[in-house]
């Protein structure tokens, strides 16, 4: 293009300005070649003529359009010059408040001077795994950049921040760090990155200090290298100083501050712990108060000072460091304020030994007081031949002082950077690192000394390793595209770089004047100007002899010489330093040791050396050249090694620029920002791609963009590289000015711009084609409806006039009609009157004769009543007076007949047969005991026949039962003595127990009385509440009348705050949930790290899942006793609660205790049964075998029956004692309730008459006992005789039957006393029990009393009015307490009255059983059955929806229904049919009452689901699965648990398959707990897989085709971080997902109140990644996106209705992202229009609403901007809004999970187990 084509009429042009460095022009008139002005109309409308240099054709800067204003990244700009990077970065930062600009591969960062809500966390979260080409510049996305190529290059990284002082390079280098710490967190506990983090505090502290440019100015330069580890965790750090301003600690100047750790102390000094410092305020002492004010606004130096001390904790420097680190503070402070007094003529000075600062110098750095104040007065002087001590001056004593303050603290300050350091170091081995630079930027002051020539030094190294990587980048770009390279020209700044550090360079002659002993800094100067006087870089100022100018590449800078050999030299005093070598103190002493002793920690390249260089010392002693080496020699070697660092590294740029110098938030001075844009190489940056092919366009968006100026014939190509190469050629004929890349279109500066202007006049043309069109149509209309209106006006009047003789017509006719029917209603009405009065008179004559006749009828009636009625009373008097007779007669009749009966009655009782009848129940019962008797007797009968046949025996057997009988008689009579102590014993209890009744009734006889008292007090408490309550209620009634509406709109808000907090408590109660989740999984991850290491060779461990199942203390354990009691005192524990649970473990106690005893005795009775069953098989040997026989079978059958009618008995004797024992006490406790103790008085009888039943069953097992062992006697008696002779006899037969009689006596007795000794043992038990009862209750009397006691106190110290209230509510609470506690009571009852009425028809059925099995046996059959075992023959039934399996198939069942289960395999089958299989193995367990077997099957089920989730943490489908069969199974333990609240849906059938035995309420918990884990782990499957198509599906794809439009491009978008493949997805794709999910869901038959929730939370989190993309993007805040955002919305909104998930509230989630389109759609211009976004916007914060409009850009020059103006006028209208503070969404956040109990149709006995489950081992019931 010509210059004529470009500089035309109303093109705009920037024009340079004193005032605003570049101002805006708009030509007039178009360019001709030759013109010598180019005509100009600025922006004020005044007229300018503006010369143009004909010789250099030197004409203004042309502007960008305004479409280009405001972008992302100066590198997009078509024109690319410094006016308009000035203009876009002040457009940016003044309008938008974007603070961040990309400028090519640097990010410009500029100081809002004002806290900014863009550096929370979830910004970081937001930031992390983008393109930093994708959202809006920031330091988050360098710090990304940077994250992202460390772990795909594998390679290092550095990011510089640079810039002036106050910029924010501190603050910039702060959010990195943070940023790393964030996403790069250490794996381990450690902690890393808090440490890394802390360390700021610090070294803000130490150097950091105020400054006229900045509060917080950073006075050194620092390298931080974070180290991360192979997975890139964080896992150390490492950290380099430079170049401390050390002369800040001795001078600051004009309102400015020293260090930040002297005021932070000073304002601390006031703790106990610093009392010994000896300080006072900042402004006591000079090295603190020569800059004036001391303070900072806004700045707490205490607050501060305690985070520098917790961040030294934190980092482990020990409290003894941190105290001594103080003391040497707190010393150069007393250093600073030594009074130095002259001598004789100021040759010589002196200190006074009196001195306090002198003494608190000393004392704090503990070195000895003479040798210091002599040395600070005095030096040495080392000849060859000998030393001499040498007075200083006043001058010279300061200098040395303060030479002195500088290297302590620069020695302090290198210390506390090694323990940082230190702290930060790992033993791990480091991957890889990224470095953060925060460095000084480039300095010019009006005096320059020593540190600006450094800085600058430094700065000029940076540069050129930025232009270098720069160009190198331009390079690498235009290969990888094809582009034909051409080299490009760019400053080099290598030659100042040799003026500086070259051999004789200025550094070189300022170390050899250094070495000279009289060298001088005029000296310096002078070799300077004659060394480099010829250097292009080097001038000599005109008007002095002690400067020097250097040219740098941002500016040139004067220097003055003064100072510049001293501070190299960096002299201190050797005497002085040996003085604290000698410290007392060991880290003072270790602070000044000599280089050689800490050279490991030089080495690390720290800026200021601890090395002291003294001028003094002889050349001869200098044997170690390491203390010769200057400042600028050791800053050169530092920043060598710092650049061989980066040159290693990927560099990151940051540009922090400082805007205004008055520190004004939100204030651009375009003078002061365009010196750091020329100083920190920004327009370097802009210059070097200018000058190749700085716009950039892939075909595909330049396709999209310029398609309107392509030909049709064009567009059906398919080829677009081709298309977009034709057009190029027709409308640029200059080829020089693009190039076609591979996959890229490079343009030269300005081309876009040109491209720009004809696509504008394209739509200008189709604009004005468009507009000619639409006005001649309106016209054509306007005609045809001016046209239309005459035909309607001509109808309308001929229609009126036609009216108008029709209604005159009409009216005529209307008289007529009028005049007729007037005079024939005059007629009608004169007939109506005569014919009215006729009737009149009719009608009264007529009524006169009725009324006559109806007078006498009545008379007549009348008399006919009376009559009736007297005649009636006459009939009743006579008939009453007969029938009294007959009643008197009747009376005496029958007494005669009664008193006869009775004497016949009287006779009849004196008779037998009348006892006979009373007795027929007693002879029925005397015959069965006859018959026993007999049955007996028959037995006797036959024993004695046989013991007749043996008389014959031995006569010493005889003797030998003597003796026994003997040894019988006398263990006999100590029973009987025992028997005489246990009664006494009793009868002592017995008293006590009387004793302890008495006692008990005065207790209840004083609890009665001041019961009454009370209730009498209550009873007139009551009265004056009802008084009051009245009262009440009138004023609540008027108050209720007057405020009706704000109590319902308060209800309403309260009802809403309520659900509020509802929802906030179920989210964090989840969160929780969530939390235990993890720290478990973390724990099981631990634990399996630690196994595997633990884990020896050949060693074999239990699986996890084994020892989870048996040592899981997380779930509860089912545990029931052999006996029934013991279980009901376990439910009772469980149902009354901790309070009363101590009570009844007392009884829980006795039982066991019971259980034992009764354990012990069934053992010995098991035992006794196996001798005698010996016995009886020893005895089989020698009788006869049919004998044998019948003997065996009897004692076999005898014993077996008397074993299990004893175990039977006693079990229910014990359980029913225990029972009754409970109903009573509770029954006792309850006396005010009579309802409750007469159904317990009832249930007392039932189990009275079930004891009574349970007396005779043990009277026949002692029956039954006392024949076993008569039985077993004999037969040991006939086998100890069996030797002896059938013919021998006894010779005293009758003698040896009473002996038989007296071993069954004795036998007897011993059984008795055995009985009444168990009886006396279970009366002490109850008595015991009872006094321990009366004792609580006795003590809680006491408490009660004591409360009582203690509020009647309280009551007299108020006032009546108090006293009243205060007795009122200590009334209403304890009738509160007590209805609680009685409706407690009532519900554990009735509770325990279901279970008893339960237990009983059980144990009645079981009797019943037992007797018909007894009455029903035949007697032939009864021998066979002896020989049989006892038990119990059942009916086969039908499949009662049960399956039983063995314990050790438990393993099997887990892996097969669990573990290895694949929900394919059970996909044509009922939805969750695991959860059904585990239930009824459940029931089978609960059935057979085996506790062991619910808790091993539910632990081992939970473990295994866990395990599965655990192992598919990544498998939507399995994890779907398990949450469906989960929740399936919680609503089987509900549904079937038994409680009412469950069962209401339940068929009877369903009812049968209900729990009998156990209450799983525990494990319900457990399970939802497992519910709310797998809902959680199925919502981060489904969000991490939809989260990466969110952005590109629903903000960037184009689902509506041509209407978005593409802007340029930048630099960032072709960020090396960006992926090569196509990652864009569409809606359709979300959508496909939505469905694979929702299918899977429904398939596995989720609950759909749970799906809905499911989509709920993803629709949510759709919602919240979008917006919060938008909100960082300004590319896509446009109206285009909005419309295609609104579109994509109803797409969603669509699939919703479509699943009929409406009333899920997923729709109400998207609601501000719907607004969000709503206000990219909206117009943006008036008063009117802000009013309407913010009555639309309610779902969007203030915040968002802003940052929105601020993004909004238009994608095409006929959209309008918007305004500052309006968005003030949208903040002022949002004033009143109450918005959060942050910006972004909360994308993690998780709404808290519902699981609404959701019943199943299916019955147990209906489901079919398929045989690929592989569960044949699982039998039906």
């Known amino acids: 293009m010509s210059t004529a084509q470009l500089y035309t009429k109303y093109t705009r042009v920037w024009i340079p300005d004193p005032d605003e460095v570049w101002r805006s022009a708009e030509i007039i008139k178009d360019y001709k070649e030759g013109d010598k002005s180019l005509h100009l109309k600025l922006e004020d409308e005044t007229l300018y003529e503006y010369p143009v240099d004909l010789q250099g054709n030197e004409l203004p800067f042309l502007r960008n359009p305004d479409i280009l204003v405001g972008e992302n990244d100066l590198t997009a700009l078509s024109y690319l010059h410094e006016p308009a990077v000035l203009h876009n970065l002040k457009v940016r930062f003044l309008e938008s408040n974007h603070i961040y600009t990309y400028c090519g591969i640097v990010l410009v960062a500029i100081n809002p001077y004002e806290q900014l809500p863009i550096y929370e966390q979830d910004v970081i979260y937001a930031y992390s795994g983008q393109n930093m080409g994708d959202m809006d510049p920031h330091i988050f996305a360098v710090a990304e950049e940077a994250y992202k190529q460390m772990a795909r290059d594998e390679k290092n990284q550095s990011i510089i921040v640079s810039g002036e002082s106050g910029a924010g390079k501190t603050v910039s280098a702060k959010y990195a760090m943070r940023f790393f710490a964030t996403v790069g967190g250490s794996a381990s506990e450690t902690n890393i990155e808090a440490k890394v983090l802390a360390s700021s505090p610090i070294m803000e502290a130490i150097g950091n200090a105020k400054t006229t440019r900045n509060d917080n100015s950073s006075r050194f330069g620092k390298y931080i290298q974070i180290g991360f580890d192979k997975r890139y965790h964080i896992i150390g750090a490492n950290m380099r100083t430079y170049l401390l301003e050390k002369s800040r600690v001795v001078f600051q100047a004009e309102d400015e501050r020293n260090y930040h750790i002297f005021y932070q102390l000073c304002a601390s000094a006031s703790l106990p712990e610093f009392k010994d410092l000896g300080l006072t305020c900042a402004e006591d002492f000079f090295y603190t108060s020569q800059g004036g004010d001391t303070s900072i606004d806004g700045v707490d130096d205490a607050d501060d000072f305690e985070k520098t001390r917790h961040a030294f904790t934190l980092l482990g420097v020990k409290e003894s460091h941190q105290m001594t680190i103080f003391r040497i503070i707190a010393a150069i402070l007393h250093l600073g304020n030594l009074e130095i007094q002259a001598e004789r003529d100021g040759d010589a000075c002196s200190i006074s030994s009196e001195d306090e600062h002198l003494n608190n110098f000393c004392g704090l750095l503990g070195v000895e007081h003479s040798q210091m104040q002599h040395w600070l007065c005095h030096c040495k002087l080392v000849t060859t031949a000998e030393t001499y001590v040498k007075n200083m001056s006043v001058q010279q004593v300061v200098n040395a002082r303060n030479a002195l303050a500088k290297h302590i603290y620069a020695q302090l300050f290198n210390w506390i950077v090694q323990h940082i350091n230190k702290a930060l170091h790992t033993t791990v081995k480091q991957h890889s690192f990224i470095g953060v630079l925060d460095i000084y930027g480039f300095e010019t002051f009006e005096v320059n000394s020593f540190e600006q020539f450094c800085i600058n030094y430094a700065n000029e190294k940076l540069q050129q390793q930025f232009n270098s990587h720069v160009f190198k980048l331009e390079q690498e770009e235009y290969m990888k595209e094809g582009i034909p390279w051409t080299l490009i020209d760019f400053y080099d700044n290598q030659p100042c770089i040799d003026l500086i550090e070259a051999k004789l360079g200025i550094l070189d002659l300022l170390d050899e004047e250094c070495k000279v002993p009289k060298g001088t800094d005029q000296n310096w100067a002078q070799k300077l100007y004659d060394r480099h006087a010829s250097s292009q870089h080097f001038q000599k100022p005109r008007m002095s002899n002690t400067s020097f100018i250097i040219l740098h590449f941002a500016d040139k800078v004067e220097y003055q010489s003064e100072g510049f050999l001293e501070k190299n030299r960096d002299t201190v005093y050797e005497e002085q330093i040996n003085i604290l070598k000698a410290s007392k103190y060991q880290m003072v002493a270790d602070l000044f040791q000599d280089e050689k002793d800490a050279a490991p920690t030089t080495s690390m390249g720290k800026g200021t050396s601890k090395i002291s260089v003294r001028s003094a010392r002889p050349v001869i002693k200098a044997a170690n050249k390491e203390h010769k080496k200057t400042v600028g020699h050791q800053f050169r070697n530092s920043l060598h090694l710092l650049m061989e660092t980066l040159n290693a590294t990927t560099p990151h740029y940051v540009r922090c620029i400082k805007p205004n110098d008055e520190k004004l938030p939100f204030k651009f001075d375009p003078k002061r920002a365009v010196q750091q844009l020329r100083a920190c190489g920004v327009l370097e940056t802009i210059r070097i791609s200018a000058a190749g092919f700085p716009s950039r366009w892939s075909y595909h968006d330049f396709f999209n963009r310029y398609r309107v100026l392509m030909k049709k014939r064009d567009l059906s190509k398919n080829d677009k590289k081709q298309i977009c190469q034709t057009l190029l050629e027709d409308l640029i004929k200059d080829p020089d000015k693009f190039q076609f890349g591979r996959t890229k279109i490079f343009f030269r500066a300005g081309q876009v711009a040109y491209l720009e202007k004809l696509r504008a006049d394209k739509f200008r043309a189709a ?517 002896i002779t059938t013919n021998a006899s006894w010779p005293n037969s009758d003698k040896h039957i009473d002996q038989e009689d007296a071993i069954e006596a004795y036998q007897g007795m011993c059984e008795t006393n055995r009985l009444l000794e168990a009886q006396l043992q279970d009366q002490r038990r109850e008595h015991e029990e009872e006094v321990e009862a009366l004792k609580n209750q006795v003590d809680a009397m006491k408490e009660e009393m004591e409360k009582q006691q203690q509020a009647f106190l309280q009551t007299l110290q108020m006032s009546p009015e108090a006293q009243v209230e205060f007795g009122l509510q200590q009334e209403i609470t304890r009738l509160t307490n007590e209805n609680l506690d009685l409706k407690e009571l009532l519900e554990k009852l009735e509770k325990n009255e279901k279970k008893l009425k339960k237990q009983l028809k059980i144990y009645m059925k079981k009797v019943q059983d037992f007797e018909a099995s007894q009455a029903t046996v035949p007697a032939e059959r009864r021998r066979h059955e002896r020989n049989m075992q006892v038990a119990v023959q059942r009916k086969e039934k039908d499949f009662q929806g049960m399956l039983e399996y063995y314990k050790e198939d438990e393993p099997l069942l887990i892996r097969n229904l669990i573990t290895d289960l694949k929900p394919q395999a059970v996909s044509a089958t009922v939805p969750c049919l695991p959860a059904y299989i585990l239930y009824m193995c459940i029931r089978h367990a609960d059935y057979i009452n085996d506790d062991q077997k619910v808790h091993s099957l539910l632990t081992s089920t939970i473990n295994g689901i866990k395990k599965v989730l655990k192992k598919h943490n990544d498998d939507f489908q399995m994890t779907s699965f398990w949450l469906a069969n989960t929740c399936r199974l919680l609503h089987c333990l509900k549904q079937y648990s038994g409680d009412a609240g469950f069962m209401t849906q339940n068929t009877p059938k369903q009812n049968e398959h209900c729990l009998k035995n156990f209450d799983l309420t525990e494990y319900r918990q457990v399970l939802s707990h497992l519910s709310i884990q797998i809902y959680q782990q199925l919502i981060k499957i489904a969000e991490g897989i939809l989260q990466p198509m969110i952005v590109s599906a629903v903000l960037e794809n184009e689902s509506i085709q041509g209407l978005s439009g593409v802007k340029p491009m930048g630099y960032r978008n072709r960020s090396s971080s960006m992926a090569d493949g196509d990652s864009s997805y569409s809606l359709d794709a979300i959508i496909r997902q939505l469905n694979t999910f929702y299918s899977i869901m429904c398939d596995q038959g989720l609950d759909p109140e749970i799906v809905q929730q499911v989509f709920k939370q993803l629709f949510y989190m759709i919602n919240a990644v979008a917006l919060n993309n938008l909100l960082l993007r300004k590319d896509v805040c446009s109206w285009s996106t909005g419309m295609q955002l609104r579109f994509n919305i109803s797409q969603l909104e669509e699939w919703l209705r479509g699943k009929n998930l409406q009333q899920s509230g997923a729709a109400q989630t998207l609601e501000p992202l719907i607004q969000a389109a709503q206000l990219l759609q909206l117009k943006k211009k008036t008063s009117e229009d802000a009013e309407a976004i913010c009555s639309l916007c309610t779902s969007l914060t203030t915040q968002q609403i802003v940052k929105i409009l601020n993004l909004y850009t238009p994608v095409n020059e006929f959209e309008e901007r918007v305004t500052v103006a309006f968005i003030r006028d949208i903040q002022t209208h949002l004033q009143e809004r109450n918005d959060p503070p942050q910006l972004l969404l909360d994308f993690k956040h998780m709404f808290p999970v519902l699981f609404p109990f959701n019943p199943s149709s299916i019955t147990m006995d209906s489901i079919h187990l398929p045989a690929s489950l592989n569960l044949g081992f699982l039998n039906k019931v």
């Open 767 to 1283: 604009t004005i084609m468009i507009q000619k069109t639409v006005r001649g149509w309106l016209q054509r209309v306007k005609y045809k409806r001016l046209r239309q209106a005459a035909i309607v006006i001509q109808r309308y009047t001929r229609g009126r006039l036609a009216r108008r003789l029709a209604e005159h017509l009409r009216r005529t006719r209307a008289a007529i009609i009028f005049q007729k029917q007037y005079r024939m209603l005059r007629i009608f009405r004169a007939f109506q009157r005569v014919r009215s009065a006729t009737i009149t008179i009719q009608a009264f004559a007529r009524g006169m004769f009725v009324r006559r006749i109806y007078h006498k009828i009545l008379a007549e009636h009348k008399a006919t009543i009376l009559q009736k009625f007297a005649r009636g009373w006459l009939a009743r008097t006579r008939f009453r007076r007969v029938r009294g007779a007959t009643i008197v007669l009747q009376c005496y009749y029958r007494r005669m007949k009664a008193r006869q009966e009775l004497k016949a009655l009287k006779i009849e009782a004196r008779s037998a047969q009348h006892l006979k009848k009373l007795n027929i129940g007693m002879e029925n019962k005397v015959v069965q005991l006859q018959r026993k008797i007999d049955e007996q007797n028959k037995e006797y009968k036959l024993l004695n026949e046989q013991l007749s046949t043996l008389t014959s025996a031995h006569s010493s057997e005889v003797e030998k039962l003597k003796k026994e009988l003997v040894q019988y008689q006398q263990s006999h009579q100590g029973d009987g003595n025992q028997l005489v102590s246990l009664q006494e014993e009793m009868e002592h209890l017995r008293l006590e127990l009387e004793k302890a009744h008495g006692e008990r009734k005065v207790v209840e006889d004083s609890y009665v009385k001041e019961k009454d008292l009370l209730r009498k007090r209550i009873s007139d408490l009551e009265e004056e509440n009802a008084l009051l309550k009245q009262e009440k209620e009138e004023l609540n009634s008027r108050i209720l009348c007057q405020s009706k509406d704000e109590f319902a709109q308060n209800t309403v808000e309260e009802n809403i705050q309520m659900k509020k907090e509802l929802e906030e408590e179920r989210s964090r109660y989840q969160n929780l949930v969530k939390e235990f989740s993890r720290l478990e999984q973390r724990y099981d991850n631990l634990r399996d790290e630690m196994a595997i290491i633990k884990q020896a060779p050949g060693h074999r461990r239990n699986p996890s899942n084994q020892s989870s199942l048996e040592s899981d203390s997380n779930y509860p354990s089912i545990s029931t006793s052999e006996i029934g009691d013991t279980e009901d005192v376990i439910q009772q524990v469980e149902e009354v609660g901790t309070e009363k649970a101590a009570m009844d473990m007392t009884l829980f106690l006795k039982l066991q205790k019971r259980v034992r005893e009764l354990e012990q005795e069934r053992k010995k009775l098991q035992t006794q049964l196996e001798k005698k069953e010996q016995e009886s098989k020893k005895s089989q040997v020698i009788e006869t075998k049919t004998e044998v026989t019948l003997d065996h079978e009897d004692f076999a059958y005898n014993s077996l029956k008397r074993q299990e009618l004893e175990s039977e008995n006693k079990k229910l004797k014990n359980e029913l004692n225990e029972l009754r024992k409970a109903i009573a006490d509770r029954a006792t406790q309850n006396n005010s309730s009579n309802d409750i103790q007469d159904s317990y008085n009832l249930l007392l009888n039932q189990l009275k008459s079930a004891n009574e039943e349970l007396e005779v069953r043990k009277e026949e097992v002692l029956i039954l006992r006392t024949q076993i062992m008569k039985a077993a006697q004999q037969k040991e008696t006939g086998k100890n005789m069996e030797s």
